[in-house]
């Protein structure tokens, strides 16, 4: 697996949704962007599940951006699955934080933790990568904070909690738990 490959498809494939619902303060087109790749993730997973050979011709013909032994579903499924609910479910400046900080949180988290990592907190989680992680999301949850102007506080709760999922090893893929649990928190910090 090649981690910088599929970390910049992450980054790129990530961004789209959250960086188009910025342009249009409009949740259609964004949740239709959304729904599009997750159309054809749920098309790739069905096929998947029916010929596991077109998993195997899949990663021989995209080297480094599928992970070779997904779960129930691919991490980009459930990151997808994240971003639609995201954008359907969350106030404009929570959905737009919660999926930068998916998307560039977990690229940051992983490569820095991949490159220096020493600090194990559990199997292929360190706490460099973890620090990496909380470092670039408050970076961006201070942008999105002047932008919106929402109390950082709030986006630095949605951080944490964040991070902490990503590093914890559920059963749940964490491209879903990241993409939705925070954002839950946030939206309540943010109405209550």
């Given at each position: 697996?090649?981690l910088?490959?599929?970390?910049?498809?992450r980054?790129?494939?990530?961004?789209?949704?959250?960086?188009?619902?910025?342009?249009?303060?409009?949740?259609?087109?964004?949740?239709?962007?959304?729904?599009?790749?997750?159309?054809?993730?749920?098309?790739?997973?069905?096929?998947?599940?029916?010929?596991?050979?077109?998993?195997?011709?899949?990663?021989?013909?995209?080297?480094?951006?599928f992970?070779?032994?997904?779960?129930?579903?691919?991490?980009?499924?459930?990151?997808?699955?994240?971003?639609?609910?995201?954008?359907?479910?969350?106030?404009?400046?929570?959905?737009?934080?919660?999926?930068?900080?998916?998307?560039?949180?977990?690229?940051?988290s992983?490569?820095?933790?991949?490159?220096?990592?020493?600090?194990?907190?559990?199997p292929?989680?360190?706490?460099?990568?973890?620090?990496?992680?909380?470092?670039?999301?408050?970076?961006?949850?201070?942008?999105?904070?002047?932008?919106?102007?929402?109390p950082?506080?709030?986006?630095?709760?949605?951080?944490?909690?964040?991070?902490?999922?990503?590093?914890?090893?559920?059963?749940?893929?964490?491209?879903?738990?990241?993409?939705?649990?925070?954002?839950?928190?946030?939206?309540?910090?943010l109405?209550?």
């Amino acid at each position: 697996m090649i981690l910088w490959k599929r970390k910049l498809y992450r980054i790129i494939l990530g961004g789209l949704v959250p960086f188009v619902y910025l342009l249009t303060k409009d949740p259609l087109a964004p949740a239709l962007i959304a729904s599009f790749f997750l159309f054809w993730l749920l098309l790739m997973e069905f096929e998947r599940y029916l010929h596991p050979g077109f998993w195997n011709w899949l990663l021989k013909h995209s080297p480094g951006i599928f992970k070779t032994r997904p779960g129930v579903l691919t991490g980009d499924t459930n990151f997808m699955i994240a971003s639609f609910i995201s954008v359907l479910y969350f106030p404009l400046p929570v959905a737009v934080a919660n999926l930068l900080f998916l998307t560039f949180g977990d690229a940051a988290s992983a490569m820095i933790g991949t490159k220096y990592g020493k600090l194990h907190i559990f199997p292929g989680k360190t706490v460099e990568g973890m620090l990496g992680g909380i470092i670039i999301n408050c970076i961006i949850g201070v942008l999105v904070s002047f932008y919106f102007a929402i109390p950082f506080e709030i986006l630095f709760a949605g951080v944490l909690t964040g991070c902490i999922l990503e590093v914890l090893p559920l059963k749940i893929d964490d491209n879903l738990t990241v993409g939705i649990i925070p954002g839950i928190l946030m939206t309540i910090l943010l109405n209550g």
